[in-house]
């Protein structure tokens, strides 16, 4: 069983940038693929990145271009950068693992994106 930590969130203003981490309680070289995920209130639950072991990544189109996804395998932990962020990311953002075919979520962590 894969367990996983968020943090980082926050209010941020419009333009501003934020960097989420998800620590993970396995080696990320027996993780097959990670990502984030976010859920608005009243939404679905929608992909924002994914990156495998490696190291190929997938955005969302929503976040192209403003967002980068990576991993410190030394460390077990996954990263998100967030930039030129919009009202429209307001939303708690999911760490998610593939681990031995089966999938784990962290807790979420709250970024709103407001003046």
């Known amino acids: 069983q894969v367990q996983l930590v968020e943090s980082g969130g926050g209010l941020v203003q419009p333009g501003g940038s934020l960097r989420l981490s998800c620590a993970a309680s396995?080696?990320?070289?027996?993780?097959?693929?990670m990502g984030w995920y976010r859920q608005a209130p009243g939404k679905r639950r929608e992909l924002v990145a994914t990156?495998?072991?490696?190291?190929?990544?997938n955005y969302g189109d929503s976040v192209k271009g403003r967002f980068t996804i990576s991993r410190d395998n030394a460390k077990n932990t996954l990263y998100l950068q967030m930039n030129s962020l919009k009202p429209e990311d307001t939303a708690n953002y999911y760490c998610?693992?593939?681990?031995?075919?089966?999938?784990?979520w962290g807790q979420g962590t709250q970024v709103t994106v407001s003046s």
């Open positions: 998610n693992a593939v681990w031995s075919g089966l999938n784990y």
């Open positions: 990156i495998t072991r490696s190291g190929s990544t």
């Open positions: 396995e080696s990320l070289f027996s993780i097959y693929v």
